[in-house]
């Protein structure tokens, strides 16, 4: 069956993504998300959002803050792909996500995506006082688009290197927060 890409709302995204990311919960929200569909079965979806990062400030920047799919064979590129192209077309010069060391990145490369650099807090990403992200420690940051920083020869390297070499931690399966989403 032929994969295609369907429109979806955030609410529908969100549920997607607590059933099929393996290690990350679901966004509270997002600026638009995107899927990719085989027959009548959502296989993949991509939650678009503002970045993430505060440094990051600025209009003309979106973050690809979840990307999740069940496994079906080049779901993900797609629906990255139509992710991008939805942000060039709002206006977007540059669109950024994160990939945890240990993840190849062949979706983002096949989308074409490339590494700018890595970011690295053992201690956990904190937001703001009090609110500290799972997953922590060696992270890489890929991008596309007009304004999108050039290739970091040196952090695509150590990604490639880590690739599939590195575990993750299971995410808790009790945030307060998403109570009701699934």
């Avoid at 569909?37 to 209009?59: E, I, T």
């Amino acid at each position: 069956m032929t994969l295609r890409v369907v429109p979806i709302t955030i609410t529908e995204a969100r549920r997607h993504v607590e059933a099929h990311h393996s290690h990350h919960h679901a966004p509270l929200g997002g600026l638009f998300a995107a899927a990719v569909a085989q027959g009548d079965r959502m296989v993949c979806v991509a939650v678009v959002s503002r970045p993430v990062a505060r440094k990051l400030g600025g209009r003309a920047i979106a973050e690809v803050t979840r990307l999740a799919s069940d496994g079906t064979r080049h779901a993900a590129s797609m629906c990255l792909a139509a992710a991008t192209r939805a942000a060039l077309a709002l206006g977007y010069r540059r669109v950024i996500s994160y990939t945890l060391a240990g993840e190849s990145g062949t979706s983002y490369r096949a989308a074409g995506w490339h590494i700018t650099g890595r970011t690295h807090n053992p201690d956990g990403w904190a937001t703001r006082e009090g609110r500290v992200t799972v997953q922590n420690g060696l992270k890489f940051r890929w991008e596309t688009g007009p304004d999108a920083l050039s290739v970091d020869v040196s952090a695509a390297a150590e990604c490639g290197a880590l690739a599939g070499s590195v575990g993750f931690a299971a995410r808790p399966e009790t945030l307060p927060l998403l109570r009701g989403v699934a």
